[in-house]
Nanobody, 125 residues
Framework: QVQLVESGGGLVQAGDSLRLSCQASGRFFSSYVVGWFRRAPGKDREFVAAISQSGGMTSYADSVKGRFSISRNNAKSTVYLQMNSLKPEETAVYYC??????????????????WGQGTQVTVSS
């Protein structure tokens, strides 16, 4: 089983940037589609971005297009989420997740099998 550890969260001001990392243990990381999701207090889990096995395909929620960028380094078993121009309403716990059942990025969290513990991102106004 692959274990995922997110890092890079913190407290920032509106308009600032953060880069989140999702480090995977185990083998065959390059076989997985990886997604980032977030859950704000009192709200449902929300898709943020996802990336295909090779990194050649990406998908973003409309709300983050143009500001967030997902990338991966399979040699390091790591996926990154670069977040620019952060907004207070994006305060949430951010999770990464993986699936071997897909061949392209997908926004449906039910299609992802393994999840990390999450990292808190707080954006002050």
């Amino acid at each position: 089983q692959v274990q995922l550890v997110e890092s890079g969260g913190g407290l920032v001001q509106a308009g600032d940037s953060l880069r989140l990392s999702c480090q995977a243990s185990g083998r065959f990381f390059s076989s997985y589609v990886v997604g980032w999701f977030r859950r704000a207090p009192g709200k449902d889990r929300e898709f943020v971005a996802a990336i295909s096995q090779s990194g050649g395909m990406t998908s973003y929620a409309d709300s983050v297009k143009g500001r967030f960028s997902i990338s991966r380094n399979n040699a390091k078993s790591t996926v990154y989420l670069q977040m620019n121009s952060l907004k207070p309403e994006e305060t949430a716990v951010y999770y990464c997740a993986i699936t071997a059942r897909l061949w392209r990025p997908d926004p449906d969290p039910s299609k992802y099998d393994d999840w990390g513990q999450g990292t808190q991102v707080t954006v002050s106004s």
